[in-house]
């Protein structure tokens, strides 16, 4: 599915906004991307597995409650680096 | 003397400036990794070629860099600090990494490094990957919970000291925890705090929950430690274990509060430090906005003021713990960076000062390479 990734992570996408992972759930597709882009994993979610404070997970538009949200092929993830200072 | 390379980390970036030979003109390198926040940046003495680079930003959580060609290219570390997952799933999680030690000569590839929230970590393949140092991170550091404290920036672990004669004996500081001691290499802890004041604390003498601001090891007297607290400068003598207060012997107006505090490396009684104003609301900043080092040369008996081309009015700012350095020159140079932006220079061991750099970002370390 497709994944829109930030300016502040695209040093691990080579610059590219527009990626792609799989994924059953939010959980799973972060793993992928992990797999296909080291290291950007941890910095969006801590080593406790929480999402890190100036992180939000979006699913179509609709901000993710859960990690664990189930994904369909056909769905769009937005990564959003919130808006943290003035 | 070899040239000499400051390795700057500031809140927007890294920057690295090269000396000419005599230290008169400085060429900037940088910056890299523009917008981090760079909390260390040091050079691996062992290859001196290799430099780690704690970085976080606003919004991305913290990582270590690593550059194998002195800062032409950089990798991140495939694992950096974490604490280890708990089942629950509520437990610590760095914010950042404060603090990097290479380690000693005949370990090579190892490093240490401290975090924020107070973790202690160990890479042995040069920063590629790191481990969590167990007795500290999940028995010391959980044991103080009730003396931690939220110093401004978050609790720390810093100034990693190992002993060049026996690599097993470490010292470091927790702001605020104290000052901890291991005979094992990290494999277990014991508090070092006897002697230091800690006003804060209603408890007389407490053991523990003291705020080392900076600690330093003479390395050519490895016993000899001095720190820089924030109640107090303080020396220590090995196998001694109080603290003697030798801040008592600053002038009353100036006292002796302040963050770093740097030693000449070929002569263990002498030292620096860059008093800043801890009174009322504790600013924070040079004392009337009058910068000056104080130094002394026998270990801390007397001090001398040294501010001879400092601003002698309206300066305000503050040097960080990790903002002061010395290079290895002969005569010695001495830097500190402000969090006003600048790094000063002395090459005369402090007699007089120049500005060598403006405009940076608020500066959070120096460290000199070479000389």
Redesign the interface.
Known sequence: MRVLV?P??HSYTGGVTRVEAEGATLAELLVDLDARY??IR?????????V?P??RLFVNAVLSPAMEQPLHASDEVQII??L??G | MSDVVLLVGTRKGAFLYHADARRATWRVDGPHHFGAEVHHMVMDPRDRKTILMAAK?????P?VFRSTDFGKTWA???Q?P?????AS??????DHTFWLTPGPANETGVWWAGTSPPGLFRSEDGGATWTGNESFNEGLVPSLKEVIGPVPGGPIAHSILIDPRDPKRMFLGISTGGIFTSEDGGASWKPLNNGVAADFIPTPDPEVGHDPHCIVMHPAKPDRLYHQNHCGIYRLDRPATRWERIGKNMPTLIGDIGFPIVVHPRDPDTAWVVPMDGTTVWPRTSIDGKPAAYRTRDAGLTWERQDAGLPREHGWFTVLRQGMTADEGDPLGLYFGTTGGSIWMSGDEGESWRPIVSHLPTIFSVVAAGG
């Open positions: 930030p502040p992570l080291p290291g941890f910095r969006m979610i801590d080593e406790q597995d929480r890190r100036h992180i680096c919130a943290s200072g | 930003t606003g919004h991305l959580g990582t991140e570390a495939s950096p974490a604490f280890r997952k708990t799933g509520d437990g610590p999680a760095v």
